[in-house]
């Protein structure tokens, strides 16, 4: 009897232990459940990036929760399939399969040439705000066949392409200190363009962060919680020929200044928002046709934000 006792005892504080030890797990599993709901797939896809960043030699990368897609561009020494090997086994498949991947292999000179391209680009970009040629437009720098900087002036201009090129060239010149230590030769492109293209008013500064909601009012672009590893947003949407106004709404969550541009026919308008800011543009008697918003970070950091866009049938 004593003995049938003694066995009994040990049986019930087997199963008090095992119970607590599972009890244990369940409560960590939970936590820890609820610690990865805290984040979006995004967020886990771009932190298993992160810590791919010297492996497989990635010089940028980002992950849109609007259009669902994975960009990155690697070092073009480094294995591309192993690459997608390594999310397939370290991102959760409910995330991965939400997104498509997109991957841009470049050489090492190359990624060097478009870092010092955006540097060029930047000091020409300041020169223009500050001497007000509201004339000028302004293109991204190409890299292939050869880095060039190219810009438009109307041929009803006051301003001479010879003479503005020179300009730059010195200014570029005087400024060589903050440009990256590297002997790569690019040229400067100034055009007088003829094309008679439908040009925007500016956009002004709305007083007030308007509710993008409303009857007359629709939202075409809300993208909220932004993360772009390699520090550019783009979307494009249809400007319909019975829209004539519509506004933009950008919010800047990072320590660095931000452009922002509105692309269409050809026609860059470009405005500026500063570190953790947010601004609202409204932007009358816009063309019909596609439009394309386009963020930037001044140092090529992460970009991360809200963008919205919302066109109107009347007037704001």
Do not use: C
Not at 7 to 30: E, P, Q
Not at 56 to 71: A, K, M, R
Not at 148 to 175: A, C, G, H, Q
Not at 182 to 194: A, G, H, M, R
């Amino acid at each position: 009897m004593r003995k049938f006792v003694s066995v009994l005892i040990i049986v019930v504080v087997v199963v008090i232990v095992t119970n607590i030890s599972i009890n244990k797990y369940d409560s960590s599993s939970n936590d820890n459940t609820r610690n990865n709901n805290d984040e979006s797939g995004g967020d886990r896809i771009a932190s298993v990036l992160e810590n791919a960043w010297d492996e497989f030699g990635l010089f940028s990368f980002g992950v849109g929760d609007t259009d669902q897609t994975i960009s990155i561009v690697m070092d073009d020494t480094k294995s591309d399939v192993q690459l997608k090997k390594y999310l397939e086994e370290n991102v959760n498949k409910t995330d991965l399969n939400e997104y498509n991947i997109e991957i841009t292999k470049r050489s090492l000179q190359d990624e060097d040439t478009v870092f010092f391209m955006h540097k060029v680009s930047n000091i020409v970009w300041d020169y223009i705000q500050e001497k007000n040629y509201k004339d000028v437009d302004f293109y991204s720098p190409s890299i292939e066949p050869e880095p060039i900087l190219r810009l438009t002036i109307p041929e009803y201009s006051e301003l001479s392409s010879e003479s503005l090129k020179m300009e730059l060239e010195d200014l570029l010149v005087s400024k060589k200190s903050e440009l990256p230590k590297k002997d790569i030769s690019y040229e400067i492109q100034v055009i007088k363009s003829t094309d008679k293209i439908s040009i925007e008013s500016d956009a002004v500064i709305s007083d007030v962060v308007e509710d993008f909601q409303g009857t007359k009012n629709r939202v075409i672009i809300s993208s909220t919680d932004i993360f772009k590893g390699n520090g550019i947003y783009k979307m494009s949407w249809a400007q319909s020929s019975d829209s004539k106004d519509y506004k933009f709404h950008v919010t800047n969550n990072t320590g660095t200044n931000v452009t922002v541009q509105i692309q269409q026919s050809g026609h860059t308008q470009t405005y500026n928002l500063v570190a953790n800011g947010s601004t609202t543009w409204v932007q009358s008697a816009a063309s019909s046709g596609d439009h394309t918003i386009v963020v930037t970070t001044s140092d090529g950091r992460i970009f991360k934000g809200d963008v919205f866009v919302s066109v109107s049938d009347v007037s704001f």
